[in-house]
């Protein structure tokens, strides 16, 4: 057979050695013999390379082999294929040797491969020279009508030729032989897409007949398939190579071992050198932008040929002034696949001023959260000079994943860094308004914050409402002072502390200045009388939790801000109020540098005890403390130096002097329950616009039943608190004797108002269902 000659080609020795090639393999064959299901082929006409690609379609002749013993069917080795499903497998070579050893079988004169680039949309002949392939490229646009390889490339179906030179379909033939006979055949994919077409001709007018078609669709199926695997493999290997880098880079953000600069630039020149990329660029959008400008924060890492190492700033660009990808993606919300945006008429012509390299294809991706684009992605210009292919869009998405993660983290400290500032600013907004008036404070270093008390301050029954509200901070400096305060803290700033405690506190009916001067008076009163159990931390942080135990009290219980979703009820899950007052204690406290004369130990154990104190005003707490306290005096196994014991007494200390209230003179207890269901009023009148029924205590509507609440309340809540610190000291004793003279006085109040009189064992079936409200935090 003489060499054809070509009509037209970029490279004529390679394809000489093409066809050289083709030639070779047919004279190592002979004529296919009768076939069954498929074809029959001497063994020892066969090579080893063509006995493994036909193995699984071809019943191979066995030396000995009888042909009355040979029997019909397809034998099929699965095995056989695992060179097609190796990491390393060369795809293209591996399919020319396919297409030879189908030369071969079929007895064809020749067989060219076509491998399709869709890109591009044109087919490219495959050479023997695989290792610079391009050096002999050769391609043919993808169209109907024309050539033949083109045709099918185009169809995704195969073509058989009988007669090739008088086919009026097809213009200019095989475009590189004079053949008769032709058989197309495309190796498609499962997903469709057309890999290579399979060009087999023969010279002679010998016809190729169905069972030769079924083979050689046979081979072009399962290469389609063995192809997609192979790639859908290699894609996914990288894929999670890539994974595995990303997670490290992220691994390091996250725990705060790199900043964003640092971590952007690293992942940037990780995807650029996945995907082959010369250049990535990152974008976060700014959504607080004056107007419609689209703002965005960019980090770049440069062309491929800078060397750098240094951590790409981010700088401020404005995307809507800009024509570009990155722009467009930003404003659209889809991702983009630019073959080659220089001459794009969307896109201005963007040149690198120090490389001088041009902008050509883009790989460009939104990142998208419900509110909308957050952030965009670029991928600019390929090192192999290619356009984008499906496979990079695979990678570029796993990027894209992670980034979203990235964006919105750095999101997230953006914010996180923004309300850290705004809460300084609002805490120095804080400080000036809280500053006490000077005439205040200088009427209290007049005395040296030594203000004489009125003469009954040492009892129970002493109550500021006997007195001025104005001496409440001289008082409460008087009370420190007496206390724990004679040494370590200087005059002026426990003054200063006073009078800003009381002024934090709202003009409620109840939880104002004047319960909390009321709660300090009666902790006082048993800490002075009761002096050595405590030491000087353990006292110092009661005094404090004293006066600070109601700060900035809304005039609401914690269910109610649970009802009504309240801010605070979203920062704290239990004790919502208590939490609230112990926060604002302590940045009194560390404002005023109230503890800086004290070690640093003992100013973190003065927090953690107050906290705790705070905390036990909850009534929740209460009954807990109290279910632990009761056995342990019962049984006389309270022990001063259980550390457990003692919170559980200075919890029951918190409570007796939050309920003091009720343990005045009937005459003042009286007035302090008018203010503290004023309170629980006001509650239940928002409650009912809410659409709810508010609790008895609440309801304005049944005010009747105040006697009756109280004498329940002191009975179930105060007078057992009373009973337990009675019980360790004795000396309080007075505080259960009002407090009982309290509900007889009640019991009055109910005999003057005609009402069923009330007793105890009246309600000892009821006492586990009914809820008992807080009177006093």
Known sequence: MTDPVPRSAKSVKSRLDTIHQSDDFGKKTTNVSKVQSHFLVPSDKLDKVTRRVIAPYAQIERKGLKEDEAKEGTYLDINRFNVFLEDTVDLDSLLYETANVLKAVTNSSGVFVYIVNNINNEIVLMTQNTKNPERHEVNIPIEEGKVAAAHVAATKEYLLIEDVQHDSRFAEGLKWVDAKVALCMPVVKPDGDCYA?????RSNAEPYDHNIVYTVV?????????VHQAQARVTLQRSAHLNQELRALLQNYFCDLASIDTMLTDMLAVVKSFVGAMRSSFFIIDRDGVGDNLQADMWDDGWGSEKSTIPKKKIKINLSQ??????LVAKTGEPLNVRDAYK???FSKEIDPTTGTVVRSCLVSPIIDKKGVIGVVQLTNKINAQPFDSEDEVIFQVFINYCSLIVHFYNMQQSKIYHENLN???SELMKLHLSPCRHDMDEIIETNAMMIPPNNFRSY????????KEDMPGLVCYMYIEAFADVHFERHILADFALTILQCYRDNPYHNAEHAFCFTHTMYLILINNSGYFDFVETAALMLAGL??????PGYNNNFLSLCKHPLAQMYKSSILEYHHYFLAKKVIEDKNLLGMLSTADRDRILQEIKYNILCTDLAVYFQVRAQLTPLLAECSFDWADISHRKLLKGILMTTSDLSGSCKPFGVSKGIAECVYEEFYNQGDQEREMGYTPLSMMDRRRSANQPAEQIQFLSVVVLPCLLLLQNIFPNTSPLTDNCRKTQEAWHEEIEIRGQKLWRQDDSVPNTRSRVVLKTAD
Do not use: F
């Open 197 to 201: 077409v399979l060009e087999l001709y």
């Open 218 to 226: 046979s081979v072009a199926c399962w290469a389609g398939a063995a």
């Open 322 to 327: 800009e024509q570009t990808p990155a722009a």
């Open 344 to 346: 794009d008429p969307r």
């Open 424 to 426: 300084k600013v609002l």
């Open 461 to 468: 029954d002493y109550h500021i409402s006997e007195g001025s």
């Open 548 to 553: 600070c135990h109601d700060l900035d009290h």
